[in-house]
């Protein structure tokens, strides 16, 4: 048998009531937070994987075969060499005119994103 | 923008804080929510790129089927090497296998008859339906056969090839060219652009002169080419051409072919005199796979489907994406092998972030290479790099970037090879 008063029970009623609102407000706030995380991975995956067609899905080229393992490359080491095709320090066939079409950001991107896979 | 369900099923996954809200609430839990269903018509370069990245990208929680009729994969980048000599069509050849065991992928070896956008399904020729959240054909090219006259006549009959999707014309071409006496002609004719595979008749005319050169020393190699000029890496083509195999190749432009007559294996042009050849091998008009002609998918010029280049949504229906040689493309977009990959991981994405209520990328970039060899080793490429941009919507690309080779070498002979073992494996493995 609930023994409180009416007003009691009101301010009770109340004190769930704001605690419902907080945790809904905290739970669409992290719930904001995982979705924009989820689109930022999602879109650097999708990124790195324009790069996946000549060097494997997730930088694992095919073994053996002329073009370079991405996987596992330290990102720095990656994002010098991007960057010496793009300015043409390094010779290269094709990889100056791919990495013209990429920003200094994009290029920082997937070089994390290499380093990141085994 | 997520709507109200997504948003519970995310605060369930997060934990208490959900369970809480939802007793508070009085919802009923979501959390066994049907799975998605994607369903993929086409295991080219685009159905099977599509198929696994839905899966890689979703992190498995997307179901995918692929429906395609043959059981394994021929390439048709490198098929000219077959064709050549070069190559078994072993080496060009990958089986599907790779997408059900490690990626999940359902297989239905089957061909689709029909697409019921209302009722979001499609029915396959062998018998039942699919239904789809998400469909995505990737079709591939259909020959216009009305475009040259007697040609498919002569087709069926096994004597005037395109041999332009790879398979069993790529071996019926070949052995066209084995039995062909020293001193004979083989004649190419190219069909207006836009055609599969810009570079490809070229390079098929390259390796076809590079056999001749060491078999068939006497014999011709004719290039009878609808367009004003090479449509991709002319300079490069020509000067292999002069060099590698001076008095053997012979190119001539503006040469559009309406008919071919079977009974002399001779082309007839709207204005140029007629070729006899004796290897005769013509490349009719093509247009976007029948099943998207049929779905009225085709909504440019009834021949190619436009799409909406964020997602390629077909602008005709929604929930159906066309991606690969089947769409009307945007300037300086390749019909090839390498960009149906790009377009696949474009929707891929796009597809991925509509059924987990994320946002879709606003900037998604494409690239291409197309490799062509022009003898058994030396190769030449074209890349380029495409960026959306959301005032045109439509895909550009980036200046500065892209080009072709400086020159033919066979350094990137070797990456051509790498190339296709690792565009393969991208799609299959």
């Known amino acids: 048998m609930d023994t409180r008063t009416g007003a009691e029970r009101r301010t009770s009623c109340a004190t769930a009531r704001s605690l419902a609102a907080l945790l809904l407000l905290a739970g669409l706030a992290s719930a904001a937070q995982a979705q924009s995380g989820e689109t930022q991975r999602l879109r650097s995956r999708a990124l790195a994987a324009t790069c996946a067609t000549c060097h494997g899905t997730d930088g694992r080229a095919v073994e053996g075969e002329a073009l370079?393992?991405?996987?596992?490359?330290?990102?720095?080491?990656?994002?010098?060499?991007?960057?010496?095709?793009?300015?043409?320090?390094?010779p290269a066939t094709i990889m100056h005119q791919i990495t013209k079409g990429y920003s200094q950001e994009q290029l920082e991107e997937v070089a994390k994103y290499f380093a990141a896979q085994k | 923008m997520l709507d109200r369900r997504q948003v519970l099923e995310r605060l369930f996954l997060g934990g208490a804080t959900g369970g809480m809200l939802a007793s508070l609430s009085g919802c009923a839990s979501t959390g066994s929510a049907s799975r998605a269903q994607v369903v993929v018509v086409g295991g080219g370069f685009g159905g099977a790129t599509v198929s696994k990245y839905i899966r890689l990208l979703s992190d498995h929680s997307i179901d995918v089927m692929m429906i395609e009729p043959n059981a394994q994969f021929v390439s048709c980048p490198m098929s000219n090497l077959v064709i050549g000599g070069q190559r078994q069509i072993a080496d060009i050849t990958n089986p599907y296998t790779g997408l059900s065991s490690k990626h999940g992928v359902r297989i239905v070896q089957d061909r689709v008859s029909s697409v019921d956008p209302a009722k979001r399904t499609v029915a396959l020729a062998g018998g039942?339906?699919?239904?789809?959240?998400?469909?995505?054909?990737?079709?591939?090219?259909?020959?216009?056969?009305?475009?040259?006259?007697?040609?498919?006549?002569?087709?069926?009959?096994?004597?005037?090839l395109h041999a332009w999707k790879a398979g069993a014309d790529t071996l019926a071409l070949r052995r066209q060219l084995e039995s062909m006496r020293d001193g004979g002609t083989y004649a190419i004719v190219i069909p207006e652009a836009p055609y599969r595979c810009p570079p490809g008749p070229y390079e098929r005319a390259s390796v076809v002169a590079a056999y001749f050169k060491r078999a068939k020393p006497k014999s011709k190699v004719l290039i009878l080419d609808g367009n004003p000029d090479v449509t991709s890496k002319g300079p490069l083509f020509k000067k292999a051409w002069s060099e590698l195999y001076p008095g053997m190749v012979e190119y001539r432009a503006q040469h559009k072919a309406v008919a071919v007559d079977a009974r002399t294996n001779t082309v007839?042009?709207?204005?140029?005199?007629?070729?006899?050849?004796?290897?005769?091998?013509?490349?009719?008009s093509m247009r976007a796979g029948e099943l998207a002609v049929q779905t009225g998918l085709a909504n440019a010029n009834a021949r190619w489907c436009h799409v909406n280049f964020l997602n390629f949504?077909?602008?005709?229906?929604?929930?159906?994406?066309?991606?690969?040689?089947?769409?009307?493309?945007?300037?300086?977009?390749?019909?090839?092998?390498?960009?149906?990959?790009?377009?696949?991981?474009?929707t891929a994405a796009a597809i991925v972030a509509e059924l987990k209520g994320l946002e879709i990328n606003p900037h998604p970039m494409l690239t291409n290479v197309c490799m062509s060899f022009v003898d058994d080793a030396h190769v030449i490429h074209v890349a380029s790099v495409h960026e959306y941009v959301p005032t045109q919507k439509t895909f550009r690309t980036i200046g500065g970037s892209g080009g072709v080779s400086d020159v033919r070498s066979d350094l990137e002979g070797r990456y051509a090879q790498a190339w296709a073992r690792n565009i393969w494996a991208d799609a299959l493995m």
Do not use: C
Request: charged share 20%; aromatic share 4%; no cysteine.
């Open chain 2, 268 to 284: 007839k042009f709207d204005v140029q005199d007629d070729v006899r050849a004796d290897v005769l091998n013509v490349l009719p």
């Open chain 2, 128 to 160: 039942g339906t699919v239904a789809y959240d998400k469909l995505v054909i990737s079709p591939g090219i259909d020959m216009m056969w009305d475009s040259v006259q007697g040609l498919q006549e002569a087709n069926a009959a096994g004597q005037i």
């Open chain 2, 313 to 346: 949504e077909s602008t005709v229906q929604k929930n159906i994406h066309v991606i690969g040689d089947a769409i009307q493309v945007a300037a300086g977009m390749p019909k090839s092998g390498h960009m149906a990959n790009s377009h696949a991981k474009v």
């Open chain 1, 68 to 90: 370079i393992r991405l996987a596992g490359m330290p990102a720095d080491y990656t994002l010098t060499q991007l960057l010496a095709f793009r300015t043409g320090q390094r």
